[in-house]
Each structure stands twice: as C-alpha cells, then as structure tokens.
C-alpha cells in the first residue's frame, strides 16, 4: 500500500509539473501574441496617419489659393532625390507660397528605440525648424516620372521634367518582441498633383 501511494504521489507531481509547464508555454504565447497585436494595430494607424498627411501636402504640389503667384506648375518642385523632396505649395490657404520639404533622417538619429533600422521623417513648412515624428518609418523612397511614364533617374537635374510620382512607405514596430518587428507597406503608385498636369 506504501509503495502504490508513493508512485501515485510521483505520478501526479509528474503530470502537475507537465500541466504547469504547459500552462506557462500558453502564458507566453498569449503575451506575445497580445503584443504582436497590439503592434500591427499601431504601426498601421502610424501608416495611416503618415499616409494622410503625405497625400494631403504632395496633391497640393504648385498649389496657390491665389493662383498667379504660381504661375507655372512646372517650376513647383525645386529639388527632388530618392527619399527627399522640396516643392511650392499653400500649406494654410493663405494665399502666401510656401516651401514644403520632406526627408528622411539617418537610423544614428534613432538610437533610443529597439529597431535598428527606424527613421524620423522630418516636414519643414519655410525656413522653420525641422518637425519629425517617430512613427518607426524604415522607408520612405519616391520615384520620379515623367509626362511619357518613363522613370527619371538620380540626381534630378530638371525637377520641371517630373509628372507623376511613386511613393513607397515602410513602417515597423519601434520595438518588437524577441527582436522580430512587424511591418507594414504602403505604395502610391503614380501619384499626380493636379498643379503639375497643368502645363
């Protein structure tokens, strides 16, 4: 009787231990999938809201609310490369032209956040200082075309020569579980302000 009870105790200490170690295995991957959730459900409202803001300024290329300061849409874009772009635009409607410029920062500028590889994208309206937001942007890349669909290749000497444009934007978690980040893409493909088909 003594030993039958001993090896019904080792028995159940044995399938409680295998319970409990099932039990935490359940615990973690619940954690991480709540934390992976969590991350695309924000890395996709990040992308929407750079997204909007993107659209919103890049439509309003050569945009004047008092349409003679601007007289030709073609000299709208003054400098263009691969992940930054200068161009005339109305920012408040005040009949005022305004620069506008984006550009990507360098992943030194980011060394707070677990990515390695997230950037700030910086707006500057006129002469003000740079606004970036950390919105863990890892690729803001813009492809240039022109008024036949063919690519206009780096460096942009004519920025008049620009059409229509591609828009490619990454966006990862800042910081990701066991160093695995989520990503989401987004691509304008052949976006055109109505300004520049003005010519």
């Keep these: ?19 409990f170690l099932i039990l935490l295995r359940i615990n973690d991957a619940a954690v991480k999938n709540s934390y992976i959730n969590n991350g695309e459900l924000i890395i996709q409202k990040n992308l929407v809201e750079t997204v909007q803001l993107l659209e919103h300024d890049f439509r309003k290329i050569g945009y004047c609310s008092t349409w003679n300061k601007i007289p030709n849409p073609a000299a709208a874009i003054i400098a263009a490369d691969t992940s930054a ?24 500028e980011l060394n707070m956040t677990q990515n390695p590889n997230d950037r700030m994208l910086y707006r500057i309206v006129n002469n003000n200082n740079p606004v970036g937001a950390n919105l863990g942007i890892t690729e803001f ?59």
């Design 1 to 19: 009787m003594g030993f039958s009870t001993l090896i019904d105790i080792l028995g159940s200490s044995l399938i409680g231990g295998f319970l």
């Design 85 to 108: 772009i200068s161009f005339l635009t109305d920012t408040d409607k005040d009949g005022t032209v305004d620069t506008l410029r984006y550009y990507l920062g360098t992943k030194a």
């Design 141 to 199: 890349k813009i492809t240039y075309f022109d008024a036949l669909g063919n690519t206009l290749n780096y460096p942009i000497i004519q920025p008049s020569l620009i059409y229509s444009m591609q828009i490619d934007l990454k966006v990862e978690n800042t910081s990701g579980y066991d160093q695995e980040y989520t990503t989401a893409f987004w691509r304008q493909i052949r976006l055109a302000a109505r300004n520049l088909r003005n010519r």
